[in-house]
């Protein structure tokens, strides 16, 4: 069983630019969530969607947005690029919302960006 | 709201010895807690995980944590260490109402002697 695939899996791009980062669920994963990780802040929750809708959201400006599709894809795009946005985005993916109670949360290998 | 604090970015153990990464956690509620392991460019696999039940708890790779409520904690440790586990490793809590929102700890690196 493929387990979540996002990509790309590394880009770079310069300031004031946008990114489109993509994210593929586990088959029968209905539930996607996304991760910012840095060396300063560390592992911060952005958003989690499920059934197309976005359900929680973390503490980030309007520039950091999402959306899934019916196939349960996912999709995070972040507009005017910051110096501080290079990170690397986690994806995980759960069968319905809430399985992070009981582990039931699988990431993928993340996409690395750059900004320049 | 909920955090967690790992103390100690970084720890290193020679290979054979004992693995204590330190994990100390605060929540409003009955916490649902966690450890994922993460090696170099790789994303977040659970080590093991606490919801209700027996505080101890055994997960992979011969890694164990214990539930302390008292003490608000919840150490991992692995009385032998391998070179294989040298990676980062993170605690993580969430509650019943965030689901899939996980919050963090800062993460601990453990490095391996030989």
């Known amino acids: 069983k493929a387990g979540v695939t996002q990509t790309p899996r590394y880009l770079i791009k310069t300031r004031g630019q946008q990114v489109t980062l993509s994210c593929s669920p586990i088959?029968?994963?209905?539930?996607v969530s996304w991760y910012q990780q840095t060396p300063g802040q560390g592992l911060q929750f952005l958003f989690e969607y499920f059934s197309e809708t976005q359900r929680n959201k973390g503490n980030f400006p309007g520039r950091f947005s999402g959306r899934q599709f019916s196939n349960s894809r996912s999709e995070m795009n972040v507009s005017t690029l910051e110096l501080g946005d290079s990170a690397l985005y986690l994806c995980a993916s759960s069968v319905l919302p809430g399985q992070g109670l009981t582990g039931e949360l699988f990431f993928g290998e993340g996409s690395r960006l750059t900004v320049l | 709201a909920q955090s967690v604090t790992q103390l100690g970015s970084h720890v290193s153990v020679s290979e054979g010895a004992l693995v204590l990464l330190r994990c100390n956690y605060s929540s409003s509620v009955p916490p649902y807690l966690f450890w994922y392991v993460q090696y170099p460019n790789q994303g977040l696999q659970l080590l093991l995980k606490y919801t209700t039940g027996a505080t101890l708890v055994k997960g992979i790779n011969g890694f164990e944590a214990e539930f302390k409520k008292s003490e608000t904690s919840f150490h991992l440790t692995k009385p032998s260490a391998h070179m294989s586990d040298a990676a980062e490793y993170f605690c993580?809590?969430?509650?019943?109402?965030?689901?899939?929102?996980?919050?963090f700890g800062g993460g601990t690196r453990l490095m391996v002697k030989p």
């Open positions: 088959s029968g994963h209905r539930s």
């Open positions: 993580a809590v969430t509650e019943g109402d965030a689901g899939n929102m996980l919050t």
